[in-house]
């Protein structure tokens, strides 16, 4: 019996790639990788943006063609006609972080699309209902077949793709961050089906960058640095330490150097970060804020030199809040004040520039970065009058702003000079930073700032926030990563239903992911809700 590189008995997988290679020009994505997966388990695949744990992921999709090497799957051996159509036709289904649902199609016509039963040429509707309940049921959902798709919740959504996946009869199901945009709740009830599939026999790779949720669920865990496998063993073998190790090189974990970092600040009598509530005035003063989208009387307040967090269940409405404070709510009231002035709810991103608000948006594609742009471009899209004179755009004075804030946050000059579409999500994240950086406001808004980010993007990313908090912002950040908010955060306001259901201080009773999710949930001992 022949023994792989980490020592493991190598037996030939249900899928089996064989010195597979893949190229971008002159960029190797993947090199020489060989690697054997057993049918019937959950394998993950780990490592930060750009190890090559999505190329794997694409090749055996059939999205990628591999420059060299080989791919066997249940026994036959891909050529080079092994693409996406022919992969889904052997069984083999991808689901990606970014939905493939037709958003304004409904939930069951969504499970059997391109897959659609007919009898004598015409649609078999009632062959879909009934088909569509029997996996409803054999999955434990209860999810409306007439439902729209884009009326579901994020895990919602997620479970239609597993029930088309199951619907083709698929026998490798391919999970691209599947959880990227579920809290803790959802995550745990994806888990739960993805051990179910598991025990009934459907193989299942998993690529994600959360360490936690890969201990939980994997069976066995791969990890890839600079497109080489580095590292691979069944999930007994693993621990977090090890894990940050071989996908980074180095020992220390990020989550943990960043809590220790805000417990020493909000140790610090005095120190700009970790700011004790009434210690001085707030730079942000939200009451009694309701919006025509689900905010039913927010409070709030953020002080400079504060990291303030909120947290909540999916629903929960994060985001509105931080869209409607950046100007993009609808029918907003209520009170807002600024640095102690009542500015009033904001009706444009413009108007609440001129407040000194700044949003990094959820989804920095669509809705923070023209990818079509450069870079730099991108860096002083909100203040280019710096780099213009007589109504020009000067290429000297642009390279001037953007060199200096770029290099702050790890932006090389190439990066700079190259489209923003071309960057990883990491480098794109770090365009927003430098863009408020240049244009400093008193308040910036991070909206799920690290969510598809590999381990060391964000630890460049939370600690850029820290560092911002520390020079006197006014920081208020959203994550479904509890565990980044329990690291970051000096204080954190849970909602619940659009309101404002508790707030936690890292100095009295600290910040946890349980009594989150205890304020959360709405827990009530004696009639009462549990305590803040």
């Known amino acids: 019996m022949n023994r792989d590189s980490d020592g493991h008995r190598a037996e030939r997988g249900f899928v089996s790639l064989r010195g597979v290679s893949k190229s971008f020009g002159h960029v190797e994505a993947l090199r020489s990788v060989d690697l054997d997966l057993a049918a019937g388990q959950i394998h993950a695949l780990m490592g930060?943006?750009?190890?090559?744990?999505?190329?794997?992921?694409?090749?055996?999709?059939?999205?990628?063609?591999?420059?060299?090497?080989?791919?066997t799957v249940a026994g036959e051996e891909w050529g080079d006609d092994h693409d996406a159509r022919r992969a889904r036709r052997a069984g083999i289904r991808a689901i990606y972080q970014e939905r493939s649902l037709v958003p304004t199609m409904s939930a069951v016509d969504n499970v059997f699309l391109g897959e659609l039963p007919s009898r004598g040429g015409f649609t078999h509707r009632g062959a879909m209902r009934t088909r569509f309940d029997e996996l409803s049921r054999r999955l434990g959902v209860r999810i409306p077949p007439g439902a729209r798709a884009d009326s579901l919740s994020g895990a919602d959504q997620q479970i239609v793709e597993i029930m088309g996946a199951l619907a083709s009869e698929s026998r490798l199901l391919l999970l691209d961050e599947p959880t990227a945009v579920l809290a803790p709740p959802e995550r745990e009830r994806l888990f739960a089906l993805m051990r179910d599939l598991r025990d009934r026999g459907l193989t299942m790779i998993l690529v994600s960058h959360y360490i936690d949720e890969v201990l939980a669920i994997a069976d066995t865990v791969t990890v890839f640095r600079n497109g080489a496998k580095v590292a691979h063993g069944p999930v007994a073998e693993w621990t977090e330490k090890r894990l940050v190790e071989q996908m980074l090189g180095h020992e220390m974990a990020v989550l943990s150097r960043l809590e220790e970092s805000s417990s020493d600040a909000a140790e610090s009598s005095g120190s700009s970060g970790g700011v004790e509530p009434g210690g001085s005035a707030p730079v942000l003063q939200v009451s009694g804020l309701h919006s025509g989208d689900g905010l039913r009387g927010v409070d709030l307040e953020v002080r400079a030199g504060e990291v303030v967090g909120l947290a909540g269940l999916v629903g929960s409405k994060r985001s509105t809040l931080l869209r409607t404070l950046a100007g993009l709510g609808t029918g907003a009231t209520g009170r807002l004040m600024v640095g102690g002035r009542e500015v009033g709810v904001p009706r444009s991103p413009r108007e609440a520039l001129?407040?000194?608000?700044?949003?990094?948006?959820?989804?920095?594609?669509?809705?923070?970065?023209?990818?079509?742009?450069?870079?730099?471009?991108?860096v002083m899209i909100s203040d280019l009058g710096r780099c213009s004179r007589r109504g020009f755009v000067s290429r000297t004075r642009l390279r001037a702003q953007t060199s200096a804030h770029g290099l702050a946050y790890g932006i090389t000059e190439r990066m700079?000079?190259?489209?923003?579409?071309?960057?990883?999500?990491?480098?794109?994240?770090?365009?927003?930073?430098?863009?408020?950086?240049?244009?400093?406001?008193?308040?910036?808004?991070?909206?799920?700032?690290?969510r598809g980010i590999d381990i060391g993007g964000k630890e460049q990313i939370l600690t850029a926030l820290r560092a911002l908090a520390d020079d006197g912002l006014a920081v208020v950040f959203v994550s479904s990563d509890l565990e980044e908010v329990a690291a970051v955060c000096d204080r954190v306001y849970v909602l619940r239903d659009g309101a404002t259901a508790g707030e936690l201080t890292r100095r009295h009773g600290g910040i946890t992911q349980a009594r989150i999710l205890d304020i959360a949930f709405a827990n009530r001992r004696d009639g009462q809700e549990s305590p803040a």
């Open 48 to 71: 930060q943006n750009g190890a090559g744990k999505s190329t794997c992921l694409g090749v055996v999709a059939g999205r990628l063609a591999a420059s060299t090497g080989s791919l």
């Open 354 to 378: 001129r407040h000194g608000i700044a949003l990094i948006p959820e989804d920095r594609k669509a809705d923070g970065l023209v990818l079509s742009m450069g870079s730099r471009d991108n």
């Open 416 to 450: 700079l000079d190259q489209p923003a579409g071309e960057l990883s999500g990491g480098n794109q994240q770090k365009l927003l930073l430098a863009r408020w950086a240049n244009r400093v406001p008193r308040v910036l808004l991070a909206d799920e700032a690290t």
